[in-house]
């Protein structure tokens, strides 16, 4: 099977920074998309920033030049740059990818989550 495990969260300051981490591991043949995604008390999950195998990335407007997304193909890993954090991006944080696994069968994955606060 595959799994993908977080880490890196933790309580900052307003104006703070953290990074945050995700490695697949398992049955994988090759790993497509990674995301990151958050999900606030009483709020919808929603997409923060993702990178395609060739590099390409995408982010929300509410943190387009305080993120910054990169991943490791060799580690089969993602990370997540976050800078001038701000106390709405208080959230769980989840990694994603897409996944093609050594059977040969395309799926998508999440982490459990790591939780990111910020006070004012």
């Known amino acids: 099977q595959v799994q993908l495990v977080e880490s890196g969260g933790g309580s900052v300051q307003a104006g703070g920074s953290l990074r945050l981490s995700c490695a697949a591991s398992?049955?994988?043949?090759?790993?497509?998309?990674m995301h990151w995604y958050r999900q606030a008390p009483g709020k919808a999950r929603e997409l923060v920033a993702g990178?395609?195998?060739?590099?390409?990335?995408n982010y929300a407007d509410s943190v387009k030049g305080r993120f910054s997304i990169s991943r490791d193909n060799a580690k089969n890993a993602a990370y997540l740059q976050m800078n001038s954090l701000k106390p709405e991006d208080t959230a769980v944080y989840y990694c994603h990818a897409y996944i093609q696994t050594t059977i040969r069968r395309f799926d998508n994955y999440w982490g459990q989550g790591t939780q990111v606060t910020v006070s004012s």
């Open positions: 398992g049955d994988i043949f090759t790993v497509y998309g």
């Open positions: 990178i395609r195998t060739t590099g390409v990335t």
